[in-house]
């Protein structure tokens, strides 16, 4: 019988975190893992770590932004592993010293989680200390919220998304 209700599109997100598009023009590159025990959620911000092709997620307002985790479909979805405690699917965590390579966007346009509104052509910020309800480190927002998130310049929104919403940037 044929599914006569739509309401489970209509609810769902639009894109996916960490969802690239038009990959002819996007640059991905590989890194690694520097973040011991920790997930890294796809669409977060990644910044350069200790070695030449380290990423961690955001520290502070030094922290040099290299691109955002792109997700890929080769990890199963496990809790604690590839899963973090806010429901959010990623890259796994591995205990020290043990890292894992990842891919990330430096140029092209690529769905990202946002704390706050994000409208069309608007500048971009990388949260690096989170203090707003639902705000992760990494996630993304349309202001430094009292240097709480730094500005990504070469980066603009192209398809907007409400607070706590989804929207998709344009690293140029």
Do not use: H, W
Request: neutral net charge; charged residues 15%; glycine residues 6%.
């Amino acid at each position: 019988m044929p599914n006569l209700s739509n309401a489970d599109i209509l609810t769902r997100p639009a894109y996916q975190e960490g969802q690239t598009f038009n990959r002819s023009m996007d640059v991905i590159d590989t890194g690694f893992s520097e973040m011991a025990s920790t997930i890294i959620p796809f669409g977060f911000a990644l910044c350069q770590g200790v070695a030449f092709n380290g990423c961690i997620l955001p520290v502070n307002v030094d922290s040099v932004f290299k691109g955002f985790a792109v997700q890929i479909n080769s990890f199963e979805k496990r809790a604690l592993t590839t899963i973090n405690a806010d429901d959010r699917f990623g890259y796994p965590s591995l205990a020290a010293p043990l890292t894992y390579a990842l891919n990330y966007i430096s140029l092209g346009r690529i769905a990202v989680p946002c704390s706050t509104a994000m409208a069309i052509g608007a500048s971009v910020f990388f949260v690096y200390t989170a203090d707003v309800a639902g705000e992760r480190v990494g996630m993304v927002r349309n202001s430094a919220n009292t240097l709480k998130a730094k500005v990504i310049a070469n980066a603009r929104v192209i398809i907007p998304a409400t607070a706590a919403g989804i929207c998709v940037i344009e690293l140029f």
